[in-house]
């Protein structure tokens, strides 16, 4: 369960960190924020090798990397929606 809780999560942050990185994003996001095309991209990335150590521990049946791993993924993914919800009034 947690190991596809983290898999979706993961996944969902990544697209939408993707498809952030093909908009230019207003003012705050971009100048402020330092929240880039590259930076969404990283986030990307870092969203699909989560996904994908998620998929790894579902598969192998180990529930405690999938609890450890989906706390270190929650950090990163709160903060990325921190950061990206900081710009978000700008537009």
């Known amino acids: 369960m947690w190991s596809l809780t983290g898999l979706v ?3 969902i942050v990544a697209v939408v960190a993707w498809h952030c ?3 230019q994003g207003g003012f705050y996001a971009r100048e402020v924020y330092a929240m880039d095309a590259s930076t969404h991209r990283r986030y990307a990335i ?3 090798l989560f996904a994908t150590y998620f998929a790894v521990t579902y598969v192998r049946g ?3 990397a999938g609890i450890a791993g989906l706390a ?3 950090l990163v993914a709160v903060f990325y929606a921190a950061s990206f919800l900081q710009g978000a009034p700008d537009e």
């Open 9 to 11: 999560l993961a996944a």
């Open 46 to 48: 870092v969203g699909l």
């Open 21 to 23: 990185s093909r908009s």
């Open 62 to 64: 180990l529930v405690t």
């Open 72 to 74: 270190l993924y929650a």
